[in-house]
């Protein structure tokens, strides 16, 4: 019986033993292509695309592996797990390997956008991955990671299990290489102690050179191995025509090697084998502890995805994979599952932990209708969910990739501080040379290893981590608070803000609008005409239309409504204009019926006033500590309502605001804010459709998570609980950012300032040197773990 390739379908012939383990079982393939071809698939972790494909593929070309594992990413199929598509661009989160500093994210984005059809790419040395967008019609996602590879890094779309196995397989090399390098160091440290103290004065001089050739032996691995990641680097930035942080780490112990072995060859001089040891040692144990601190910063929102769990239950009792789930797809949860998609509930209640989302403890009642969101924790009921988004656009999701953005986009400072550590390494080399032709005149024995103290004591590599870590730092422990940066200057600009601007209903207020009272001037009767704004108000998305909602009746339907936003809606029935909205504009310039004060909402027919409502929506609990916290730090507080009624002065009262603008349109708000003096920068809270335009035009911006889609996608930030006491935190979180980051910047540049005179005096013994820069940078990357803390 003939067997078919499980890669191509084509039969495979009797001689060929080739199989790859897929799914669980052993497959065959006809060739060696199309056997690289399937481990590539298998080993990057895309097994799924034989899974849910929909035909066999074409018959795999043998051709290198590296490039056929790139070709692949340009599946349109495979591509569905990561790729995200808008307005004809497409989007990517990329893990990086082999970037150690800011040197290695500037020469990846500056090479790259010499790339035809790159429309933007940002890299964050701190999680070690990359933002990448770029225009499908003109380039192809391989040809992009080729060119990330040509530089000498390995990059391919960002999966949490994946970047994890990475890890740990990089702290393995980096452990067995310290481990070599300490053996070498005790070995080589041992013979050298001897020497310097004479303890073999009386021995002939083919002995002593005989240990040099012993302490050659051992430095030997050291240097070909052990220090091989300082090379790499330092090449990679040599051969980019720029200067990173290996580069005078490299050079010293080049140089180094090169004298002592000259030494030992010619007998001659003195030589340096356990500087090179000791060197190496030490730059790989600062390089380790602070790798472990970078990965506990950038752990956070990496550890989110893992939330989701593996397997989802299909109402028809399927089992499948969750990160296959679509849309429209309806699964079974049971109590204290995770929920394994984003969806709506259509059966079923219970209470759901959202804390890992939100930030807030205590778990909220879900019932029918309600929006629940992968990785939050099912507690006490049987719940059926209907899929509303995949994997690819679930909360969670976007919650990692805007982190990674607003990450990625880099304040003024840090590439002030980036610049100023490129020029820095240009510098130390010149100290540096100009230091060894000054001692080899003064004193030639002692010119290298002075030399050495000066490239490896002054390497500016805590320079380099100051910002980015503390940033990466805030931006998790912001996530854990509940709030969502989708901005890179959200930290930077919170600390400068003197002008508090916020919405009423839905902010300072809960959003839960209810009608208390209704008037009829017509021949209606109250139901029919709660009906009747029913079925207008559900063509809006604002909490006053949700007030409305339980009145709805179908007999009462309306064509060709419109909304206009901040005024109102109309619509027509049976040839007559309806209007519900602010009184102006539901009278559409007719005088009022009497009564007419405290009606916020007004139902007319052909300009004929209909009925008119008063609603009510309770203050929010700390409304008042949230005003009175901004009050304390000398910020103005001023309410922004679109509301004219006498609800938006009770409340303005009530929180005691510094000012009051009611029956503000969206274009009036966004005049009020443009209004403000220059040296005023604002923090402006909204959540409606009619906050969108002040949302995008302040300098600072807040959505609440409970607000419409365009409020969310037009802030800087959201809010994803109701507790308006997490702004405070934000602020009080930023400024002591602001604080780590000076200093970690005073520190480096004060250490270095320190140091480089010492140095170049000859007063750094190469140890001593090697231990500085290490401590240096250590110290940096832990100062900025204290914003990590509850306390921060």
Same mark, same amino acid.
């Given at each position: 019986?003939?067997?078919?390739?499980?890669?191509?379908?084509?039969?495979?012939?009797?001689?060929?033993?080739?199989?790859?383990?897929?799914?669980?079982?052993?497959?065959?393939?006809?060739?060696?292509? /199309?056997?690289?071809?399937?481990?590539?698939? $298998?080993?990057?972790?895309?097994?799924?695309?034989?899974?849910?494909?929909?035909?066999?593929?074409?018959?795999?070309?043998?051709?290198?592996?590296?490039?056929?594992?790139?070709?692949?990413?340009?599946?349109?199929?495979?591509?569905?797990?990561?790729?995200?598509?808008?307005? #004809?661009?497409?989007?990517?989160? =990329?893990?990086?390997?082999?970037?150690?500093?800011?040197? /290695?994210? *500037?020469?990846?984005?500056?090479?790259?956008?010499?790339?035809?059809?790159?429309?933007?790419?940002?890299?964050?040395?701190?999680?070690?991955?990359?933002?990448?967008?770029?225009?499908?019609?003109?380039?192809?996602?391989?040809?992009?990671?080729?060119?990330?590879?040509?530089?000498?890094?390995?990059?391919?779309?960002?999966?949490?299990?994946?970047?994890?196995?990475?890890?740990?397989?990089?702290?393995? +090399?980096?452990?067995?290489?310290?481990?070599?390098? %300490?053996?070498?160091?005790?070995?080589?440290?041992?013979?050298?102690?001897?020497?310097?103290?004479?303890?073999?004065?009386?021995?002939?001089?083919?002995?002593?050179?005989?240990?040099? !050739?012993?302490?050659?032996?051992?430095? &030997?691995?050291?240097?070909?191995?052990?220090?091989?990641?300082?090379?790499? #680097?330092?090449?990679?930035?040599?051969?980019?025509?720029?200067?990173?942080?290996?580069?005078?780490?490299?050079?010293?112990?080049?140089?180094?090697?090169?004298?002592?072995?000259?030494?030992?060859?010619?007998?001659?001089?003195?030589?340096?084998?356990?500087?090179?040891?000791?060197?190496?040692?030490?730059?790989?144990?600062?390089?380790?502890?602070?790798?472990?601190?970078?990965?506990?910063?950038?752990?956070?929102?990496?550890? =989110?995805?893992?939330?989701?769990?593996?397997?989802?239950?299909?109402?028809?009792?399927?089992?499948?994979?969750?990160?296959?789930?679509?849309?429209?797809?309806?699964?079974?949860?049971?109590?204290?599952?995770?929920?394994?998609?984003?969806?709506?509930?259509?059966?079923?209640?219970?209470?759901?932990?959202?804390?890992?989302?939100? %930030?807030?403890?205590?778990?909220?009642?879900? +019932?029918?209708?309600?929006?629940?969101?992968?990785? &939050?924790?099912?507690?006490?009921?049987?719940?059926?969910?209907?899929?509303?988004?995949?994997?690819?656009?679930?909360?969670?999701?976007?919650?990692?990739?805007?982190?990674?953005?607003?990450?990625?986009?880099?304040?003024?400072?840090?590439?002030?501080?980036?610049?100023?550590?490129?020029?820095?390494?240009?510098?130390?080399?010149?100290?540096?040379?100009?230091? !060894?032709?000054?001692?080899?005149?003064?004193?030639?024995?002692?010119?290298? !290893?002075?030399?050495?103290? $000066?490239?490896?004591?002054?390497?500016?590599?805590?320079?380099?981590?100051? &910002?980015?870590?503390?940033?990466? /730092?805030?931006?998790?422990?912001?996530?854990?608070?509940?709030?969502?940066?989708?901005?890179?200057?959200?930290?930077? &600009?919170?600390? #400068?803000?003197?002008?508090?601007?916020?919405?009423?209903?839905?902010? =300072?207020?809960?959003?839960? $609008?209810?009608?208390?009272?209704?008037? /009829?001037?017509?021949?209606?009767?109250?139901?029919?005409?709660?009906?009747?704004?029913?079925?207008?108000?559900?063509?809006?998305?604002?909490?006053?239309?949700?007030?409305?909602?339980?009145?709805?009746?179908?007999?009462?339907?309306?064509?060709?409504?419109?909304?206009?936003?901040?005024?109102?809606?109309?619509?027509?029935?049976?040839?007559?204009? *309806?209007?519900?909205?602010?009184?102006?504009?539901?009278?559409?310039?007719?005088?009022?019926?009497?009564?007419?004060?405290?009606?916020?909402?007004?139902?007319?027919?052909?300009?004929?006033?209909?009925?008119?409502?008063?609603?009510?929506?309770?203050?929010?609990?700390?409304?008042?500590?949230?005003?009175?916290?901004?009050?304390?730090?000398?910020?103005?507080?001023?309410?922004?309502?679109?509301?004219?009624?006498?609800?938006?002065?009770?409340?303005?009262?009530?929180? +005691?605001?510094?000012?009051?603008?009611?029956?503000?349109?969206?274009?009036?708000?966004?005049?009020?804010?443009?209004?403000?003096?220059?040296?005023?920068?604002?923090?402006?809270?909204?959540?409606?459709?009619?906050?969108?335009?002040?949302?995008?035009?302040?300098?600072?911006?807040?959505?609440?998570?409970?607000?419409?889609?365009?409020?969310?996608?037009?802030?800087?930030?959201?809010?994803?609980?109701?507790?308006? #006491?997490?702004?405070?935190?934000?602020?009080?979180?930023?400024?002591?950012?602001?604080?780590?980051?000076?200093?970690?910047?005073? *520190?480096?540049?004060?250490?270095? =300032?320190?140091?480089?005179?010492?140095?170049?005096?000859?007063?750094?013994?190469?140890?001593?040197? $090697?231990?500085?820069?290490?401590?240096? +940078?250590?110290?940096?990357?832990?100062?900025?773990?204290?914003?990590?803390?509850?306390?921060?």
């Amino acid at each position: 019986m003939t067997t078919s390739c499980y890669h191509c379908g084509d039969p495979v012939p009797h001689d060929t033993h080739l199989t790859v383990d897929i799914l669980g079982t052993a497959r065959s393939m006809c060739c060696p292509g /199309c056997h690289a071809v399937a481990s590539t698939i $298998v080993d990057s972790g895309l097994t799924s695309y034989y899974e849910y494909r929909t035909a066999t593929a074409d018959k795999a070309d043998l051709i290198p592996q590296q490039l056929q594992s790139l070709a692949l990413y340009d599946n349109e199929e495979i591509q569905q797990d990561f790729v995200r598509t808008s307005d #004809n661009t497409n989007e990517v989160t =990329l893990s990086l390997e082999g970037v150690s500093c800011a040197a /290695c994210a *500037w020469l990846i984005e500056r090479q790259l956008k010499r790339e035809t059809g790159l429309v933007n790419i940002r890299v964050n040395t701190t999680t070690h991955r990359a933002l990448l967008s770029w225009n499908p019609e003109q380039t192809k996602l391989s040809t992009l990671l080729s060119a990330i590879h040509r530089l000498g890094y390995k990059a391919a779309p960002f999966e949490a299990d994946n970047q994890e196995q990475h890890y740990h397989n990089t702290m393995k +090399s980096y452990l067995y290489r310290l481990g070599i390098a %300490g053996l070498a160091s005790m070995q080589v440290m041992m013979l050298a102690v001897a020497l310097y103290f004479e303890v073999f004065g009386d021995l002939d001089e083919s002995f002593r050179n005989y240990f040099r !050739w012993v302490s050659l032996l051992f430095a &030997t691995p050291v240097l070909l191995y052990s220090a091989l990641p300082f090379y790499l #680097n330092a090449w990679r930035n040599l051969k980019a025509r720029t200067l990173g942080m290996d580069v005078p780490v490299s050079i010293a112990l080049i140089f180094a090697y090169v004298a002592s072995f000259y030494a030992t060859v010619t007998t001659k001089g003195e030589v340096f084998f356990e500087s090179i040891s000791m060197f190496t040692f030490f730059l790989l144990i600062g390089r380790y502890l602070e790798m472990r601190a970078r990965r506990k910063a950038a752990a956070a929102s990496a550890n =989110l995805l893992k939330l989701i769990p593996a397997m989802a239950n299909l109402v028809d009792g399927r089992q499948i994979a969750a990160k296959s789930l679509k849309t429209g797809d309806v699964v079974t949860v049971l109590p204290g599952e995770s929920l394994p998609a984003d969806g709506v509930i259509v059966a079923g209640h219970s209470v759901i932990d959202e804390s890992m989302l939100t %930030g807030e403890p205590l778990p909220v009642r879900r +019932s029918k209708d309600d929006t629940v969101f992968a990785g &939050t924790i099912n507690g006490d009921g049987n719940l059926t969910v209907k899929v509303t988004q995949d994997r690819q656009h679930s909360l969670i999701s976007n919650i990692i990739r805007l982190q990674d953005e607003a990450q990625a986009t880099k304040p003024k400072i840090a590439e002030v501080a980036d610049v100023v550590a490129r020029y820095f390494v240009a510098v130390i080399l010149i100290i540096a040379a100009g230091t !060894w032709l000054y001692w080899h005149q003064v004193k030639p024995d002692d010119a290298l !290893w002075i030399t050495l103290a $000066v490239l490896v004591a002054t390497c500016p590599c805590a320079l380099s981590l100051a &910002t980015p870590t503390a940033l990466t /730092c805030a931006t998790s422990r912001l996530g854990r608070l509940g709030i969502l940066l989708r901005r890179g200057h959200v930290l930077e &600009t919170l600390c #400068n803000v003197n002008q508090l601007v916020i919405d009423k209903t839905g902010t =300072l207020t809960e959003g839960n $609008v209810r009608v208390i009272q209704t008037v /009829c001037f017509d021949s209606y009767d109250e139901t029919e005409v709660l009906s009747i704004a029913a079925e207008l108000e559900r063509f809006a998305n604002h909490p006053i239309a949700r007030a409305f909602s339980g009145y709805r009746n179908s007999a009462f339907s309306f064509d060709e409504v419109e909304n206009e936003i901040g005024f109102g809606l109309k619509g027509m029935r049976e040839g007559n204009e *309806w209007r519900i909205g602010k009184q102006a504009f539901a009278l559409n310039g007719e005088n009022a019926p009497s009564p007419d004060q405290g009606f916020q909402v007004w139902l007319t027919c052909n300009g004929k006033a209909i009925a008119a409502f008063q609603l009510d929506d309770p203050i929010r609990h700390d409304s008042q500590s949230l005003v009175s916290a901004f009050q304390a730090e000398g910020i103005q507080v001023t309410m922004l309502t679109g509301d004219n009624s006498d609800n938006a002065a009770r409340v303005a009262k009530t929180l +005691s605001v510094d000012k009051l603008i009611s029956g503000a349109t969206p274009q009036g708000k966004l005049d009020y804010l443009n209004s403000l003096a220059k040296d005023q920068v604002a923090l402006m809270i909204g959540d409606g459709v009619n906050d969108a335009p002040v949302l995008a035009g302040a300098h600072l911006s807040l959505a609440m998570g409970g607000g419409t889609d365009v409020a969310k996608s037009s802030a800087d930030m959201v809010l994803l609980g109701d507790h308006l #006491n997490r702004v405070l935190e934000a602020r009080r979180l930023a400024m002591k950012t602001k604080k780590i980051i000076r200093e970690n910047l005073s *520190w480096a540049l004060g250490y270095n =300032l320190v140091i480089l005179p010492l140095a170049v005096a000859g007063l750094v013994a190469p140890y001593i040197a $090697v231990l500085g820069m290490s401590a240096s +940078s250590i110290i940096v990357v832990s100062n900025s773990l204290r914003l990590l803390k509850e306390d921060g």
